[in-house]
């Protein structure tokens, strides 16, 4: 059985930045296939759960909303997902998850917080 758990989120102010953590545990063949698409979604309050960035073999697609200032990647090795979040607003302020597309995992989500 696979689990992931999200670390990083935190309060910072406009314009600052964040890098969110993804580890993902677990036997190692359920891994290989749990860790080969994975996904950052975030939800703000009254609002409905949206993906923020996807990623998938060499392949990494955006919202519109967080193009040229959140970056997401990988590190196989060591099972972990990243989100790397630069030139925060208010408006990202959500709890967001780490999802295994493949397994329909999700991770229990990680508060940020950002102020103007």
């Known amino acids: 059985q696979v689990q992931l758990v999200e670390s990083g989120g935190g309060l910072v102010q406009a314009g600052g930045s964040l890098r969110l953590s993804c580890a993902a545990s677990g036997s190692i063949f359920s891994l290989i296939v749990s860790f080969n698409e994975m996904g950052w979604y975030r939800q703000a309050p009254g609002k409905q759960r949206e993906l923020v960035a996807g990623?998938?073999?060499?392949?990494?697609t955006y919202a519109d909303s967080v193009k040229g200032r959140f970056t997401i990647s990988k590190d196989n090795a060591k099972k972990t997902l990243y989100l790397q979040m630069n030139s925060l607003k208010p408006e990202d302020t959500a709890v967001y998850y780490c999802?295994?597309?493949?397994?329909?995992?999700w991770g229990q989500g990680t508060q940020v917080t950002v102020s103007s």
């Open positions: 999802k295994s597309e493949l397994k329909n995992l």
């Open positions: 990623i998938s073999g060499g392949r990494t």
